[in-house]
């Protein structure tokens, strides 16, 4: 009896294990290879919305460059060049989509005098790398960008760094190890990836508990190397002493604007908040173009971070 008592528990405790594993495993997968948007559907969805004209990307001064990863890969990586001018943003893209997404942008900040550098995150459009880590390598690739700026530029190089959703994320993570930007746009950033996964799993799954997340963590460390606890701007926000504009749009239920809240109270020194009223995740420029150029030009005045021009002036007035 005895005998088969322990053989039962074994049997029993090898399955749990196995099942255990396979969650874990299963999760972190998810994690790691998040699907990807085709190309040519955000190509097709952003000529249709008129946010990408390919007669201006086709005049507009510019050059490609491939940038090394301390990472070990490539990163592709546009240099936009309409203004003869040492003021530059480097634009961040979001999980699953890629550089097409930051036209839009670039757009914006070239009507407030600045050259633009679009990219494409790591295993996303045409740069390198296997896996996606939410900004915890993003963030030193972002550094590579960055340091490749600064080479294309020279010393005079005066630059903020934007970005959107994961993009903005990478951008205050990196700014929490190298805050040498002069300034930051964060568009509804996550203020803990650990958190932010934990409401996807329980508004899109029957899954309730931390338990999947904290065996995906597991895997996570032995197949990427790294854990998900890293991937937390609000612990390293209260290191910017650049200016900051946090950005989100009140509907986001995917992204929760609580986070930019958040972020906003642990930065200290120069910051400002605009919430909008419309707008899902990461649509707060598609709902609100105008209003959203005209907060970003009243952050640069307010900072002192742009030259007053009457197209400026205009947008704060407005």
Known sequence: MKKRFLMATAIVSGTLTASFAALGFAVSNRLMYVKNKDASLILERETNAKRYDEAWYAQIPKSEQWVESANGYPIKAIFLEPHTTNRYVIICHGVTESKMNSFKYARMFERLGFNSVVFDHRRHGESGGKTTSFGHYEKLDLQAVVQALKLHVGPSLFF???????????????????DSADFYISDCAYSDISEQILH???????????????????????????????????????????????????????????????????????????????????????????????????????????????????????
């Open 160 to 178: 903020g760094i934007h970005g959107e959703s994961m993009g903005a994320a990478t951008a205050l993570l990196y700014a929490g190890i190298e």
């Open 200 to 318: 996807v799993m329980r508004t899109t799954t029957p899954m309730r508990t931390s338990l999947a997340l904290r065996l995906a963590n597991v895997f996570l460390k032995l197949r990427d190397g790294y854990s998900i606890a890293t991937v937390s701007p609000r612990e390293v926000v209260h290191k910017i002493t650049k200016p900051v504009l946090f950005i989100h749009s009140l509907p986001d239920e995917f992204v929760l604007p609580d986070m930019a809240t958040e972020l906003f109270e642990l930065k200290q020194g120069a910051k400002q908040l605009k919430l909008f009223e419309h707008g899902a995740h990461a649509q707060s420029f598609n709902k609100n173009p105008e209003d959203y150029e005209g907060a970003v030009a009243e952050f640069l005045m307010a900072h002192d971070l742009v030259r007053p021009n009457p197209l400026t002036a205009s947008l704060v007035s407005s």
